[in-house]
Structure formats: structure tokens, C-alpha cells
């Protein structure tokens, strides 16, 4: 799968205008460092400090046609979750063009799937190394991709469950056979019911160009229920679009006997290809919610198994993952607000 992503150049400086008119709300202190592989020197983004204790790990991997620097400023991450106490770390996949990683995560893509690069070696040797130098806690490590990032996600979970506290998965699937999952690990899946180049009932995008057919969302989720012991009945919730752009969310919960978040899937409907929140759209993705804050929503799923600081307690009254605005009185003087109690709706046939 290629996503078409905006020229190099153009991004850049679409970004810089970004954060020349916003003040950068976005803007990451990273550093690029690098470690050997084989006969591959790879690379890998991270904070410039990294003292003190071993933090709980954040690995971020970004879309194919994207690199580790670019999926840090188009998405605020690292922002919400070193504020919780996590190190991020964004990886580089592998490509002839600097701002053109992909990862080989199965069936897909570009260089990394044609040269057949061993990312999850990378994976397991980068968590090694972070634990090794004192930075990382190795006993909480957890994923997040985007697009043939949250595929490659995936594929790691699956075929190293050991390594990870939970892994969270925007516009992806399984790129891997579902039946390689056997090892339950807490997922975090969100997808846009409108997506051209992952449709979520599966089959091909109407804009992939590859023309290849991808697993439906329903039978990612399976295999992750299945592995985690979760009912397969979902708790089902609605969250209306209170951002006013034609896109609302439903969120389906699936609890385990040990765990009340076992598997979580938000389905964004009319959204695209798209990380929910961030603040640069793929181009062609189709439309980017603002209903969901993706970056605080996976940070507190994260947080919920075993992660960094909680987050402070949510508005039922905002969507899940938005960040609550500072109250402009004193808090003994501001009226309460009733809380909003989720509708439960019918679970889609898929």
C-alpha cells in the first residue's frame, strides 16, 4: 500500500508556516540517533535528555511515504505523552528517500516489503537498547502505528507478544494471516468508516493504487478478542459530532474477565484515512475528525494498562480523549454539570 502523503519540501514547509502562525503547539525537542542491525545502520527518533529512572516506552511508528520526525509533528504525541511520564520514540523505516519509509509488515510495503527488511528485529533490538542504556522500563513497552505503521504494530504484537504492555493501531489492519495471533496483548484499533485506502469492511480502497485487498477491521478485532479472551459482545457507545464537521464516533468495548478494556475499537463514521485529531491530513485520506484527540485517547488507554501518570478525570460532556478547558472560576462556584450517559447502540453486521 502507498499513501500519498504531500511532496517532502511542501510538508516541511506547510509545517513551518504551522508553527510560525500557532506558536507550534506541535513541536517536538527530538534528536536522531542510530543503531546497527545486520549490515543496516537504522535510525530512530527520540528526546534529547533521558535521565533519571527507566520511563514506561512509547514506540510510534509512522505511515509508509513518512518518517519518525514527520509522524512526531503531525500528531502531538510526544507532547501529551511525556507529560504523563512515557519516552517516545519514532522509528524510521527503510526507503530510498529520506521522508519515504515504509515497513515491511507483511504483504505490505514499498521498499521495506520488496527488500524484505526484518523490522521486527529492528524492534526488539531498539527496545533492548533503550532498556540496556537505562531509559526504557522493559517491563512497560507499548506501540502505536499509523496506516503501514499500525500494520507493522501489529505484526510485532503478534509475533512478540511478550514485549508489549498494549498497541494501538490508526487507519490499519492485519497484515498478517489473523491466525499468526494467539497470544492476547490490549488493543486500541481506531478507524474511519469512510477510509479510501483501508476500507473498514475490507477488500481494496477506492484510492489504493496497488490494488490490493486488506483484511476488514471486524476481522482484525476478532483475532485480537479471541487471543484476549474478551466477550465478543461489546459494550456499544455514541459519541455525537460536536465538532461540526459531518463525522461522529462509536466506540465498541470489549471486557476479558481481567480486563475491562481488553479490545477497543472506535469507528469514526465519515472519517477517512487519517490520524483523528493530528494537525496535518493525508492528502487523499478523506476527512481528519476532530470528535477524537487520538494522541490523548491511546495515551490513556496506555496509561490504563499499567503506563505512565493517569490523565486528569474525563468530561462525559466532551468526546473521549478531548482535553478539558480550565474552569475561569474558582471550582466551588461553578455549577456542576449533569453528567452525559452514552446511549447504547446496535452492534453493526460486518
Known amino acids: 500500500m502507498t499513501i500519498r502523503l504531500i511532496p517532502s519540501l511542501s510538508r516541511l514547509s506547510l509545517l513551518a508556516a504551522l508553527c510560525g ?59 501529551v505523552a511525556e507529560a504523563a511520564g512515557y ?38 533490538a531498539l527496545i533492548d537498547k533503550l532498556a540496556a542504556d537505562g531509559l526504557a522500563d522493559p517491563k512497560r513497552v507499548y506501540i502505536a502505528g499509523l496506516s503501514n505503521g499500525g500494520m507493522m504494530a501489529y505484526r510485532v504484537a503478534a509475533e512478540a507478544p511478550e514485549l508489549f504492555k498494549g498497541v494501538a493501531v490508526v487507519s490499519a489492519v492485519l497484515d498478517i494471516p489473523p491466525e499468526v495471533v494467539k497470544t492476547g496483548v490490549p488493543v486500541l484499533h481506531i478507524h474511519g468508516s469512510d477510509d479510501p485506502f483501508i476500507p473498514f469492511l475490507g477488500g481494496v480502497g477506492s484510492k489504493e493504487p496497488s490494488q490490493v485487498p486488506r483484511l476488514s477491521v471486524a476481522k482484525t478485532v476478532e483475532a485480537w478478542v479471541k487471543a484476549n479472551g474478551a466477550d465478543p459482545r461489546p459494550d456499544v457507545s455514541d459519541i455525537a459530532d460536536t465538532a461540526g464537521d459531518g463525522t461522529s464516533v462509536r466506540r465498541y468495548t470489549y471486557h476479558s474477565k481481567t480486563d475491562p478494556q481488553a479490545v477497543v475499537l472506535y469507528e469514526i463514521k465519515g472519517g477517512g484515512h487519517n490520524w483523528p485529531g493530528g494537525i496535518a491530513p493525508m492528502i487523499n485520506g478523506g476527512k481528519s475528525s476532530q470528535n477524537l484527540d487520538t494522541s490523548r485517547t491511546i495515551v490513556d488507554f496506555f496509561n490504563h494498562h499499567g503506563g505512565g501518570r493517569p490523565a486528569e478525570a474525563e468530561d462525559p460532556n466532551l468526546p473521549p480523549g478531548a482535553t478539558p478547558l480550565k474552569p475561569s472560576v474558582p471550582a466551588a462556584a461553578a455549577p456542576a454539570a449533569p453528567a452525559a450517559t452514552p446511549k447504547p447502540a446496535p452492534v453493526p453486521a460486518r
Open 21 to 79: 502562525a500557532l506558536t507550534c503547539a506541535h513541536a517536538v525537542d527530538l534528536s536522531l540517533k542510530t543503531i546497527r542491525i545486520g549490515n543496516l545502520s537504522r535510525a530512530y527518533f527520540s528526546e534529547r535528555g533521558g535521565q533519571g529512572e527507566p520511563k514506561p516506552l512509547l514506540i510510534a511508528l509512522h505511515a509508509s511515504g513518512s518518517s519518525g520526525s514527520l509522524m512526531a509533528r503531525n500528531t502531538g504525541l510526544s507532547e
Open 87 to 124: 519516552m517516545v520514540v519514532y522509528p524510521n523505516g527503510t526507503g530510498l528517500a529520506i521522508d519515504a519509509r515504509t515497513w515491511n509488515s507483511g504483504g505490505c510495503c514499498g521498499y521495506a516489503q520488496m527488500h524484505k527488511v526484518d523490522d521486527v528485529a529492528f524492534l526488539r
